[in-house]
């Protein structure tokens, strides 16, 4: 539970002239920063009108951004942590800002302009309305479209009605009282007249639909700009209204779950078409079909959030990190959890890490890659050669997989294409909290350890591949790529031995020979490669291979999934030099993984046989698509998999899939292309 | 059963709230005696001679730390929320315009130290880059207070 403040002045009244002041921006700033550090989830900017609604008065609240903030207090997010805890909220709660207007209205034209098509009332995302007399109390009560009806109990000229108020609450208008009044008023008389309204509202409204704000100066006051000592925190306002006669639970829910409700009363009334239908913007990158499911977002949609100004305490630290010491927090370049756990689907972050996942990577690839290669050219060239090695017999990959246990940073960064081929292990194998950092360089590793690949095997299909490259070309840092390129010249040099070894590689290397081979001749590795991931019949390793071409992080989804769980039974699989038997069978993946690893160590020669013709035609058209063609050759042996395993692979496809239904929206883009591209398989 | 029950309440003292001073020089000291008055001034104020009589009997400002600004507040268990009220009412010590923040409130003296020990601890690791040698030797006189 979140409690809410919903009336931060972003302009106030003064008395004399009849426009209203601005709060100057850093009052804003502070005053939206005490708010979160008393442990505030959500404030709105109330800006006030008073006399004639004219175009100008159109919403231009700047809502607060995540740097002013962090400008103006560097120990913001420890203290906002710290508050939270004590309060109950969590942590990862974003921090909401909305926007409200507050009309004093008067007359009848005034009133008038209440209504649903009132263009300026609806750039607000709340409206809220300060009646004047009684007919203005009234209409507003009675018909005025308004989300809250804030009443200045300091100069009452009207009376409230019983039956009007109750009309009010039954057309769902949320009742507003403002603490300021009890603190700052200075006049004794006029605080009196405050309590004693205020209590015959709460007697009349029984605490139901009543929302509690801290409220800028009322209007009659002349002393007052608006300052951060109006605001306390919400324990305490929640006793105060003690003194009104609300009760504690009355007073809480006021505080939070009214609040709660008639924003998202609100948001659904302006953001959706007759309040069921929201169009939103696609962006451009995103592919449509018919085949694709809409749902993605509807998992992670957040009914209050207001589509901007979120924060996250976690952006704030790190905000305030990345000034202070730019690569602290490698193991949590994303955080997971908590943006699953807050569904903030809005929020800043989440949206990065959905829809434009180029961006989010950078600072994953930088904060590990830097290090790293700060180490020394020599500790590449030397993990390029053991990579390189380990490719040559089934002993050294294992070694090198214990390797990989204690250094994974390290191997990842460093050898992209021993990334790539034991990218699965390995995702497995990092520690969970590491996971979503790791996952998410791997995804970039995996693309340039493919490229690598490409480019020695033939040139001609380089040139379809560089695009893809160049579009990641942003997330590896030049150093690696230079490295990538040595490396890939030892491949070139080791791809004679592989084509020996090939086989036994598969069987305790799913994918890593796969590459390696595929820098030989076509319809050889062609084979090899259909083996390898026939091998894995592993949708992740599909999924991952796939995400290559476009990051969209599926391995990043699977690997934390199934981290937690595989990751022992996985280090016995290495252990033991992937003996199935060592595994147990509860786990999906671990299963498939293992048993498709059995498989090829019993019976090598098997299922490159049967793989074979089918290669042969998936090579053909592989080569016809100007698609990079390990992307093609992922899809078919998918395909391949998928015949041959029959109705167990697919069953297994689909029960994975509903692990991954928080995961949709990673994975949508992904899977569509893969449909698609089996489909026209089949056509061919 | 204990005839007579008390509320501890630790409150959390923002002295100047329109600055951010947590650490720094701050315009005014807090003491054991101007919090308390302040306290009665405002109980006075908002609910009388009565109000500050029968809430006067059981006040007591328990433990306060200059440095964190945290103090535990004991009221008699009829009259805390008048208390609570009127402490939140308060605007001002002197001249300084300060905001109470209740941090947590128990029955018992015990479990109101521990959390304030807690607390202060963690607003102690906020402010510490900016605390002299000397204040952090106070600091953990404070803390030894409250073991």
Known sequence: MGFFDLNIPFSYLPPAGVKATVVDNTLRVKLAMKAMELGYVGIAHNHSIRGVMTDKDRCTIPLLTLGSLVKAAPRLASSVGFHRDLLGVPRATPFRQYTRVTVLVENEAQRLSLNSGNQVLKSYDVVAVTPLNQKTFEHACTKAEVDIISIDFSTM?????????????KRGIYFEIKYSDLLSLKDTEKRRQVIS???????WTKGKNLIISSGAPSVTEHKYA?????LRGPNDV??????????????????????RNMIAKVLKKKRFHKEAVRVELASSSETFSLEKPLSDDRTKWDPISSGDGDMLLDDIAKAFDATRAPARKRSKAIDFTSALESLPSHGFRVKDIVGTEPLTQPPATKTTDAPVHSNSPVSDVRMADSASSDDITISQTDTQMCEDDSKVVERTTIVPLRKCSTSQEQGILVPIQAAASLTLMRCTKLDAASDVNMQTESHSEDKSLSPSESCFGISE?????????SIAADKASMDEDNKEEAPTCHASNDAEPRHVTSIDDNDDDEMKIDASTEANQNEDM?????????????????????????NELLRELDDESLSPEA?????????????NEAELEEEPSVPYDNILEITMEDEKEGETETETNQQAHVQSPERDSATNSGKEGAKRRRVRLARLQPFKPFLLQSRF????KRRKHRRA | MVGFKNRYMLMEVFLDPDKDLLGEKTPIILTDFNLSKAIKDSILVNFGECGLGSSLGSFHVQYLNPITKLCIVRSSREEHRQVWSAMTLVRSIGNCPVVFNLLDISGCIRASKETALKCDKEKFEQSRKSLSEDEIRQMNNYLDKLK
């Open chain 1, 157 to 169: 000229s009207f009376h409230l009605i019983h039956a009007t108020v109750n009309t009010a609450i």
């Open chain 1, 197 to 203: 309204n205020a209590k015959l509202l709460v007697d």
């Open chain 1, 226 to 230: 608006p300052s951060v000592t109006e």
């Open chain 1, 238 to 259: 929640i006793n105060l209204m003690f003194l009104l006669g609300i009760s504690t639970e009355r007073a809480r829910a006021a505080i939070s779950n009214n609040c």
């Open chain 1, 477 to 485: 840092s030049p150093a690696e790529n230079l490295n990538m390129e």
């Open chain 1, 542 to 566: 599909e999924v991952t291979v796939e995400d290559e071409k476009h990051v969209t992080g599926d391995g990043n989804i699977n690997l934390p999934n199934l981290s937690s769980e595989t």
């Open chain 1, 583 to 595: 595994v147990g069978q509860d786990h999906d993946q671990v299963s498939r993984l293992e048993s």
């Open chain 1, 673 to 676: 292309k893969r449909i698609s």
